[in-house]
């Protein structure tokens, strides 16, 4: 499992479609459809549904999953400004060194 698809799992839930997801996440819908026919194989069991009106809306497996994706892209996405904000540290504001 990659946060890579995890992130698709988010978009199509909460777009509710595949094709308003790739938009959002700038990806060509058959990566999309890829990733997530990937991550169900790798959980083993249906995460999308996709009904009549072409609204794509979860299981209760891709509920459960969604909610966790979120918590792990948030923290991702937290991490990675504490990161970028290491890169902006004045050093010469330090005291200097004896």
């Known amino acids: 499992m ?12 909460e777009e509710g479609s595949v094709d308003k997801a790739a938009e959002r ?8 459809s890829t990733a997530i026919r990937q991550l169900e ?3 083993g069991t249906a995460l999308i549904e996709f009904s009549p009106v072409c609204r794509c809306l979860p299981t209760a497996a891709g509920e459960l999953l969604y909610h966790h994706a979120r918590g792990l892209l ?3 996405g937290e991490a990675g400004l504490e990161y970028s904000d290491l890169g902006k540290v004045e050093f010469w504001n330090w005291p200097p060194m004896l």
């Not at 990659?2 to 839930?13: F, G, H, R, S, T």
């Not at 996440?25 to 999309?32: F, G, N, Q």
């Open 41 to 43: 194989q790798e959980v």
């Open 25 to 32: 996440i700038r990806r060509a819908e058959p990566a999309l």
């Open 74 to 76: 948030s923290q991702g």
């Open 2 to 13: 990659e946060l890579k698809q995890l992130e698709v799992l988010v978009a199509v839930i």
